[in-house]
């Protein structure tokens, strides 16, 4: 795939990520929908936002259709099962995508302008991995355990909503850790504190290898 449309791609998940994690809330009252749509556009970017391997990207394919599938399944039919399916979907898809951004950052031979937008991208899909991650534990625990009593607890009773799960998830993953939301259960506790040693594994590893790619361009041209 030619470097501008990567370019390209990289720049509208960019773009996408920023308008679902920043001005969702404030977009729509129907915010379903606009959710709905910016869930797809994320998988058809981000599907194409690299020069994966065939094997890559034919895995990226499928689960990404499935997922878009599920996506709108669960936008005209409202039902907890349903939207713990499309959960599941959603996360090992997204899973897949920063396994394999990782990968391809890790074995590019320069830092360009698409690695770096494409580091950032990741790091944004792992704060929605986290958010998924946190409301699957929400719904397992309200369908298998047959709770009202909720794996997480919202400051002034809230009405739980994705991006309360986001807003959790991104303020775990940077060890901010405000307070307004907790986790209550065992496995919501061992969710969290996987959320929050994955966010700094990340930039750990991912400013190491960048800088040491930049360094040793460097060096290469001296």
């Known amino acids: 795939m030619k470097e501008k449309n990567l370019t390209r791609n990289n720049i509208g998940l960019l773009l996408c990520l920023i308008v679902l994690i920043l001005f969702l809330p404030v ?8 959710k709905s749509i910016l869930f797809t556009a994320i998988i058809f970017f981000g599907t194409f936002s690299l020069d ?31 939207s713990l399916v499309f959960s599941f979907s959603y996360f090992f898809y997204n899973l897949f995508i920063v396994i394999f951004m990782v990968r391809h950052v890790a074995k590019s031979a320069k830092v360009d302008l698409t690695i770096i937008i494409s580091s950032i991208n990741g790091y944004l899909l ?3 991995l986290g958010a998924l991650f946190m409301g699957i534990v929400e719904i397992v625990h ?37 307070g307004d939301i907790t986790p209550v259960s065992a496995f919501a506790k061992s969710v969290t ?22 360094l040793s361009n460097g060096a290469d041209k001296s």
């Open 27 to 34: 977009l729509s009252t129907r915010d379903l929908l606009v």
């Open 52 to 82: 994966f391997v065939k094997r890559a990207q034919k895995i990226l394919i499928v689960s990404g259709i499935v997922t878009i599938c599920l996506n709108w399944i669960v936008f005209f039919i409202t039902s907890d099962r349903l």
């Open 126 to 128: 792992l704060g929605i």
């Open 142 to 178: 309200k369908l298998i355990y047959n709770l009202d009593s909720g794996a997480i607890n919202f400051a002034g009773g809230a009405a739980k909503d994705f991006h309360d799960y986001l807003y959790f998830s991104f303020v775990t993953m940077t060890t901010l850790g405000y």
């Open 193 to 214: 504190m996987t959320i929050a040693v994955t966010g700094q594994f990340y930039m750990t590893i991912l400013i190491a290898i960048l800088v040491g790619k930049y």
